[in-house]
Structures are given as C-alpha cells and as structure tokens.
C-alpha cells in the first residue's frame, strides 16, 4: 500500500512538474501573440477552447510548434520541451467525446430520435433528418459545457467563435444556420436557413429539405430573424442528463442504425443517364465518355468567353473534376469535400477530415467524388470510403477499403452503379494484392470484391511463376467505366509489383495490366484483355476506358477505347472483348514491333530492363497516363495528350528507372487526334514546355470544341475538327486536372481545376 501511494505521488509531482515547464515555456514563447492566458491577442488566436486545436493529436501539436506555420515561426525546443507543451495545450481544449457527461446513453438515444424530436432537424450516422446541422461527431467538437450551453440558449452569443459560444453545429446567428425571411420578385415569400449569402446571391435552405441558389434577379431583399430556429430544450433533469450522455459520445464512428434506406429509381436513372447540362459523375457519364451535347459555347462564339468565378480549395496543383447536380458543384482536394454554388462558386459547405488521418505517403491528390440521391461519396488518404449529406456535408458512414498487408491509399473519385457504389485502392508501387470493392450506396456495406491478383490455385494464378504472387501489386486506383445496357463495369487494372524485375514473377501475371469486364451486380468475371503481358516498364494499364457505340469498319459495334500508356492505341468489342485494332499513338516506341493476330505484344529487345540499364521508349511514365480522354461522335475523332519520351530502365527490385532524354532528344508532350478505324493522326498540336508538368485530359463538346490546359500554362480551346486554335485564357498554372461542362438557366460553364483553385468560364451577358 505504501509502495502504491509512493508511486502515485510520484507521478503527480512528476506531472506537476511537466506543468509548470510547460507554463513557463509559454510564457516566454507563445504569450506574447496568444495572450497571457491563451485566450488571444491582437497577433495570434486563443489556444484555450480552440476547435483547431481539439481536433489535433499531441503529436500534431508538437509538429506545429516544432515546424511553424505561416505568420508561426518555428521553435527549436528540445523534444521532452516540445511534449510537454503540446500535452499542456491540448489539455485546454478536451472535447466532450472525450470527458463525457454522466448517464444513460441509451435512454439518452431514445429521446433523441423520440421524445425529444432532435432528430426531426438533425442527423446522426445517417439517422434522421437533414433539416439541421449534423451531429454525428458533436461529441468530438464542442465540450459538455458548450453542448449544455446551446441546448439550454440556443443562439446565445458571448464572445468570438473560438470560444465556447458559438459551436459550428448550432443555430446561431452569425452562422449558416441563422433564419431568414426572403421577398421574392413574385411577391410570393420563402423561409429557411441562409447557408451563405453574398451581395447578389443567397443559398437558402428551405425546411422541407431543398437548396434554393438564389440570385438577386429572384428576390427583392432578405430579412434575418433574430431568434433561434432551434427551441430551448423542454425535458426533464434525468431526460437532459441522458440526453448529454448521449450526444457528448458522439464521436463520428457510429454506424447506421434502423432500416436501410432504399435509393430511389429517379436517383439512380439521374446519374445513370444524367439530364442535359448535369454532369453527376467523373466523367460526365458512365460510359467514361469526357464528351459533352452541350453546344451553347460553340466554335463560333468561343472567343469571348470569360472567367465568371475562382474559387480557392487551398492546396497545390489540384486534380480534381467538378461535379454539378441541381445547381450545386462538387469538388475535392486531399481529405477535403466542399459544395458550391454552381452559379457563383460561393461556398455552402465543406466537410474536412482530421490533419493526422493520412496514407502511407501523406496527403494525396483527389480527383473527384460520386454522388447519388443525397448522398456524395470519397475516398479519403488513408483508404476509407465516407458518405456525406448533400446537404449538410454530414457523415452518413464511413468504411474502412483496407484489407490485407501493403501501404493502401486512394486518390480517384468512385463510381456509383446503380445502388453500389465503386472503389478501388492504390499502393501497386509496393508490395499489396490489389482488389476492386463495391458497397451498398445506402449502408456501406461491402456487396462484392474483386481480387485483381488471383490467389494459389484461383483461374490466373497459373500465370504466374515464382514467389510474388501474394503481393504482386495490381492496383485499382482510376475511375472506371460501366456500361447501362448491359451492365458490365470495366475497370482497369494496374502494374505488377516488382515493377522492373520479372524474376520472381514470370509468367503474364493476370490480372496485372489488364482492362477486367466484371457483371456488376455480383462481380463476376465476363472477360479480360491484357495490354502488357508480365510488365516490366511501370505500364498499368489505368488509363481512362472509353465507351461508345458508334459505326466501325461498316458495322455498328459497342466499343471500348484506350490509349494505353504502353504507346499503343487500342480499339475493343466491350461485348465479347474482341480486339479490333492496336496501333502505335506515338513515334517513339521501341519495346514491340506491334501486337499480333493473337492480340499480344511482338516483343523487340529493348523490352527486357538489365542490370546496366536498357533505354526503352515509352518512358516509365508513359506515352500518356491517367488523364482524360475523349470521342467526338460528329468528328469520330479520339482525342489523347499523348508523349514522346523514353527512360533507361534497370531491373530492381524497387523500379529502376531514371530519365533518357537530353538536349538532342527532348521529351515533347502533343495533342493528337485519332482516326479510331485505322489509329492513323488526324492532326496534332505540338506542347511546348516539360511535359512532366501538364496532367492536363480533355474535354470535348458538341459545339465542335476541344478543351484542354496547355504544357506552357494556358487553358485552351480548339477545333474539334480541326485543332485549329480558337480561345486561350492565360492560366500560368500547373495543370494537373480535366475540364468539364454544364448548364444552369440556360447558360453554359466550363470549369477546371488550376493550381489551387476551380475555375469557371461561360459567354459574357449571361448568354
């Protein structure tokens, strides 16, 4: 017993000790911008009850001090110092979730979602209704105190947002919550939450569920109430103190509960075959198709289009495509979704996930998202796949896509299929068995998974011969293509792991490379083709897959096309997989004589890396990658960045590859146009500058135009038919991201995304 007090006085004088050091940091450190108290200062915000702050972990806190952060100099503090100091500021700022309240939190749950009525406005995991802000992770951002506060005043207001008396989930008036009262230019008058308002425009949340995106060409003025929406609470002592033990848990991992809701037939046709000027998914359509029937911005008035609106999404050379349903555009950036308004690019929400909930390789690029009915699904850094309320921004669930040993990650947006919804992971750069998952778009709960590398004994396992069979790659990381007639989803399928040594791999290596035709209702397998049998070059085959059906060779055929990153262009029956045509895209391409009668590649010698180094063309990057292609039914024209490079590749264990061209040589990026029935060029723009630096697909419209970002900065738009030069607006950026296009009242946009902002472009007079 003595023993037992001795050590735990030990350690509270050890803790006291801690404390005061870390005071007297502080004070010599930090008081000076932040306050004596850590309540602010005229330089720096408060660290006490800072919402920023109680979202981080210890250990993000110490980075912060350690590394600074933009006006936040860096601190060279020894390590037991910066510990110290990042434990004591996070003592600040405990949330709810976790120092929870006292009581039943069942009983707590039953009120809830009965008696109480909470969840007649507010949702949980999905339970509920989206009438008010979600509540699913409460808990995690305010403390007990601010939840009791709220339910006892709503509205009350004491202070700045960083301190207790405004929590971003409540109705408060200098919040997106606030009522207001609109007068519209038809005299008639509307009522609801004002989600975000500028001098011209109003995006007003009515109570029975909709997003109005209001302009002042509808209403003549807007009057905010000046009481809360939300009532004070009317319970008993033991129903208050359970419902507080309820809601102080809430912590945003909840999964679902009661009966899954059923996706709607109008939901499911809306993004299976979307309205004119919608564009729900990736590619505009899920055919894969970067092709828009939208011809209000033509070849012949193209030359005035202008800039409307910029919106920032805060990080470097985005990758993403907007999508735009019912007025409202959808956009991500690493671990981040937001919804804007189309019109305007004003925001309306943004869901954001924690600083230290990354993947293997930090933040990662995100090129999109899926949406169907009110939900909006993404893959997160780290390989989770979330579920967010149109409406709200709120999490409905979220699933963890990992599954066996390999650094799992993800980048690509998803694809919706009827009532599933699709993705697939990425990390093929190191050892993983790849796979392709569908979930259930209601519950997230997983339907199928497809495994892109066969185990022992599976149909493909034979050809594989050595010991890399268990972690031989194949990733699923590009957005695929699905067929509505005929049900079948396409998906590629990438690089075998180790990418330039066969070795330990011989064989072809299905599924490695492969475009896989699946029933996409189950799963199953209908066909495979492989581009490039047993890769040893890095060439995955995920680059985008594009269905039409169009006349071919004097037969009306269902084709699939791609420009494969091995420099051939190929055509398929997406029928029977049947291979129609396979011809080179571009000029340097050393590894094969061309691909036989049998659909496989005529190996030349350059094809087999060695330990010295062979150069081999395409370089490692490919002749063209997994940026945006396209097919213009009127031109029947196929539209590639495509590039001219090689490397010197090495057989390693890890990729051995290293840059081949010189001043004699230079890499060259160049837009071409491809005749699909016999591969030859049509024309082509030539992209000066590294091609390296352009990521940049296309997008092509019935207005007889071809969008695209040029290599030196600009974003372009040419003649479909022609690659005559039309329009250019001096971006100066990186490009790294596909245009996209549609309609609102009658008015086209064109919008992409640039550095680290979405633009977006229509004719000058709201023509």
Same mark, same amino acid.
């Given at each position: 017993?003595?023993?037992?007090?001795?050590?735990?006085?030990?350690?509270?004088?050890?803790?006291?000790? &801690?404390?005061?050091?870390?005071?007297?940091?502080?004070?010599?450190?930090?008081?000076?911008?932040?306050?004596?108290?850590?309540?602010?200062?005229?330089?720096?915000?408060?660290?006490?009850?800072?919402?920023?702050?109680?979202?981080?972990?210890?250990?993000?806190?110490?980075?912060?001090?350690?590394?600074?952060?933009?006006?936040?100099?860096?601190?060279?503090?020894?390590?037991?110092?910066?510990?110290?100091?990042?434990?004591?500021?996070?003592?600040?700022?405990?949330?709810?979730?976790? /120092?929870?309240?006292?009581?039943?939190?069942?009983?707590?749950?039953?009120?809830?979602?009965?008696?109480?009525?909470?969840?007649?406005?507010?949702?949980?995991?999905?339970?509920?209704?989206? +009438?008010?802000?979600?509540?699913?992770?409460?808990?995690?951002? *305010?403390?007990?105190?601010?939840?009791?506060?709220?339910?006892?005043?709503?509205?009350?207001?004491?202070?700045?947002? *960083?301190?207790?008396?405004?929590?971003?989930?409540?109705?408060?008036?200098?919040?997106?919550?606030?009522?207001? +009262?609109?007068?519209?230019?038809?005299?008639?008058?509307?009522?609801?939450?004002?989600?975000?308002?500028?001098?011209?425009?109003?995006?007003?949340?009515?109570?029975?569920?909709?997003?109005?995106?209001?302009?002042?060409?509808?209403?003549?003025?807007?009057?905010?109430?000046? /009481?809360?929406? @939300?009532?004070?609470?009317?319970?008993?002592?033991?129903?208050?103190?359970?419902?507080?033990?309820?809601?102080?848990?809430?912590?945003?991992?909840?999964?679902?509960?009661?009966?899954?809701?059923?996706?709607?037939?109008? /939901?499911?046709?809306?993004? @299976?075959?979307?309205?004119?000027?919608?564009?729900?998914?990736?590619?505009?359509?899920?055919?894969?198709?970067?092709?828009?029937?939208?011809?209000?911005?033509?070849?012949?008035?193209?030359?005035?289009?202008?800039?409307?609106?910029?919106?920032?999404?805060?990080?470097?050379?985005?990758?993403?495509?907007?999508?735009?349903?019912?007025?409202? @555009?959808?956009?991500?950036?690493?671990?981040?979704?937001?919804?804007?308004?189309?019109?305007?690019?004003?925001?309306?929400?943004?869901?954001?996930?924690?600083?230290?909930?990354?993947?293997?390789?930090?933040?990662?690029?995100?090129?999109?998202?899926?949406?169907?009915?009110?939900?909006?699904?993404?893959?997160?850094?780290?390989?989770?796949?979330?579920?967010?309320?149109?409406?709200?921004?709120?999490?409905?669930?979220?699933?963890? @896509?990992?599954?066996?040993?390999?650094?799992?990650?993800?980048?690509?947006?998803?694809?919706?299929?009827?009532?599933?919804?699709?993705?697939?992971?990425?990390?093929?750069?190191?050892?993983?068995?790849?796979?392709?998952?569908?979930?259930?778009?209601? !519950?997230?709960?997983?339907?199928?998974?497809?495994? *892109?590398?066969?185990?022992?004994?599976?149909?493909?396992?034979?050809?594989?011969?050595?010991?890399?069979?268990?972690?031989?790659?194949?990733?699923?990381?590009?957005?695929?293509?699905?067929?509505?007639?005929?049900?079948?989803?396409?998906?590629?399928?990438?690089?075998?792991?180790?990418?330039?040594?066969?070795?330990?791999?011989?064989?072809?290596?299905?599924?490695?490379?492969?475009?896989?035709?699946?029933?996409?209702? !189950?799963?199953?397998?209908?066909?495979?083709?492989?581009?490039?049998?047993?890769?040893?070059?890095?060439?995955?085959?995920?680059?985008?897959?594009?269905?039409?059906?169009?006349?071919?060779?004097?037969?009306?055929?269902?084709?699939?096309?791609?420009?494969?990153?091995?420099?051939?262009?190929?055509?398929?029956?997406?029928?029977?997989?049947?291979?129609?045509? &396979?011809?080179?895209?571009?000029?340097?391409?050393?590894?094969?004589?061309?691909?036989?009668?049998?659909?496989?590649?005529?190996?030349?010698?350059?094809?087999?890396?060695?330990?010295?180094? !062979?150069?081999?063309?395409? &370089?490692?990057?490919?002749?063209?990658?997994?940026?945006?292609?396209?097919?213009?039914?009127?031109?029947?024209?196929?539209?590639?960045?495509?590039?001219?490079?090689?490397?010197?590749?090495?057989?390693?264990? +890890?990729?051995?590859?290293?840059?081949?061209?010189?001043?004699?040589?230079?890499?060259?990026?160049?837009?071409?146009?491809?005749?699909?029935?016999?591969? /030859?060029?049509?024309?082509?723009?030539?992209?000066?500058?590294?091609?390296?630096?352009?990521?940049?697909?296309?997008?092509?419209?019935?207005?007889?135009?071809?969008?695209?970002?040029?290599?030196?900065?600009?974003?372009?738009?040419?003649?479909?038919?022609?690659?005559?030069?039309?329009?250019?607006?001096?971006?100066?950026?990186?490009?790294?991201?596909?245009?996209?296009?549609?309609?609102?009242?009658?008015?086209?946009?064109?919008?992409?995304?640039?550095?680290?902002?979405?633009?977006?472009?229509?004719?000058?007079?709201?023509?």
């Amino acid at each position: 017993m003595r023993l037992t007090f001795a050590l735990a006085l030990l350690l509270f004088t050890a803790e006291a000790a &801690a404390q005061d050091a870390a005071e007297r940091i502080y004070a010599q450190k930090c008081a000076g911008c932040h306050g004596e108290n850590a309540t602010g200062g005229d330089r720096a915000p408060a660290l006490k009850n800072s919402r920023s702050l109680r979202n981080q972990s210890d250990g993000r806190i110490h980075d912060l001090i350690q590394k600074g952060r933009g006006a936040m100099p860096a601190f060279a503090l020894p390590e037991e110092e910066l510990l110290g100091l990042a434990k004591w500021l996070r003592s600040f700022n405990a949330s709810a979730f976790e /120092a929870p309240a006292a009581g039943d939190q069942v009983a707590g749950e039953r009120f809830f979602f009965g008696k109480g009525q909470c969840s007649t406005c507010h949702m949980v995991s999905g339970r509920g209704q989206a +009438n008010g802000p979600d509540l699913s992770d409460i808990g995690r951002q *305010s403390t007990v105190a601010e939840i009791e506060s709220v339910l006892d005043h709503p509205g009350r207001q004491t202070g700045t947002r *960083s301190t207790a008396s405004c929590p971003p989930w409540a109705f408060c008036a200098d919040e997106s919550w606030n009522v207001v +009262n609109v007068r519209m230019r038809n005299g008639s008058t509307l009522r609801g939450y004002a989600r975000n308002q500028g001098r011209n425009d109003l995006q007003l949340h009515t109570f029975d569920g909709r997003l109005l995106l209001l302009t002042t060409a509808d209403y003549v003025n807007v009057t905010r109430e000046k /009481a809360s929406h @939300m009532p004070a609470l009317k319970a008993s002592s033991e129903e208050r103190r359970d419902l507080l033990a309820y809601v102080s848990r809430l912590g945003g991992g909840e999964t679902p509960g009661g009966a899954p809701e059923t996706i709607s037939a109008q /939901a499911i046709e809306a993004v @299976m075959r979307p309205k004119r000027g919608e564009w729900p998914t990736y590619n505009g359509v899920p055919g894969g198709n970067r092709h828009s029937p939208l011809d209000g911005i033509n070849a012949g008035n193209v030359g005035t289009l202008q800039l409307q609106w910029v919106y920032p999404l805060r990080s470097l050379d985005l990758e993403v495509t907007p999508l735009v349903s019912e007025g409202v @555009m959808y956009v991500a950036a690493p671990n981040r979704v937001c919804a804007l308004d189309a019109r305007t690019g004003r925001e309306i929400w943004c869901y954001t996930r924690p600083a230290d909930e990354v993947g293997p390789y930090g933040p990662q690029p995100k090129r999109g998202v899926a949406l169907l009915g009110d939900r909006i699904f993404f893959a997160t850094d780290n390989a989770r796949l979330v579920c967010l309320h149109r409406l709200t921004g709120g999490v409905m669930w979220d699933i963890d @896509m990992v599954d066996g040993p390999g650094r799992f990650y993800a980048t690509s947006a998803p694809l919706v299929v009827g009532n599933l919804v699709i993705s697939g992971v990425a990390g093929g750069d190191g050892p993983m068995r790849g796979y392709l998952n569908a979930y259930d778009a209601s !519950t997230g709960k997983q339907v199928w998974r497809f495994w *892109s590398i066969p185990k022992t004994g599976e149909p493909g396992s034979e050809t594989w011969k050595g010991q890399a069979l268990a972690s031989g790659g194949g990733a699923t990381w590009l957005t695929g293509s699905y067929d509505v007639e005929t049900g079948t989803l396409y998906w590629a399928i990438g690089n075998p792991f180790p990418a330039t040594d066969g070795d330990g791999r011989e064989g072809v290596n299905l599924y490695s490379n492969c475009v896989v035709a699946l029933d996409a209702k !189950t799963g199953k397998l209908r066909w495979f083709y492989q581009f490039t049998p047993h890769d040893l070059h890095d060439w995955d085959a995920t680059e985008p897959f594009v269905l039409v059906d169009a006349a071919y060779q004097g037969r009306d055929r269902k084709l699939l096309l791609q420009a494969n990153r091995n420099g051939f262009f190929y055509v398929l029956d997406r029928v029977t997989g049947e291979l129609l045509l &396979a011809k080179p895209f571009v000029k340097k391409l050393n590894w094969a004589r061309g691909i036989g009668a049998d659909g496989k590649p005529q190996l030349l010698p350059a094809n087999r890396p060695s330990r010295s180094g !062979t150069t081999t063309c395409p &370089a490692v990057r490919g002749a063209t990658n997994w940026y945006s292609t396209s097919f213009h039914p009127a031109s029947k024209l196929f539209y590639v960045m495509a590039v001219e490079d090689c490397s010197v590749y090495r057989q390693s264990q +890890n990729g051995g590859y290293e840059g081949y061209a010189g001043p004699s040589d230079p890499a060259r990026k160049v837009l071409r146009a491809l005749n699909i029935e016999t591969g /030859a060029t049509a024309w082509e723009i030539e992209q000066p500058g590294s091609p390296e630096s352009n990521y940049s697909g296309v997008l092509s419209t019935a207005g007889g135009l071809l969008f695209y970002g040029e290599t030196g900065g600009d974003f372009a738009a040419v003649d479909a038919f022609t690659g005559r030069a039309l329009w250019t607006f001096p971006g100066n950026a990186v490009w790294r991201a596909s245009a996209m296009t549609y309609l609102l009242d009658g008015r086209q946009f064109v919008a992409v995304a640039s550095g680290a902002n979405v633009l977006s472009f229509a004719l000058p007079g709201g023509k």
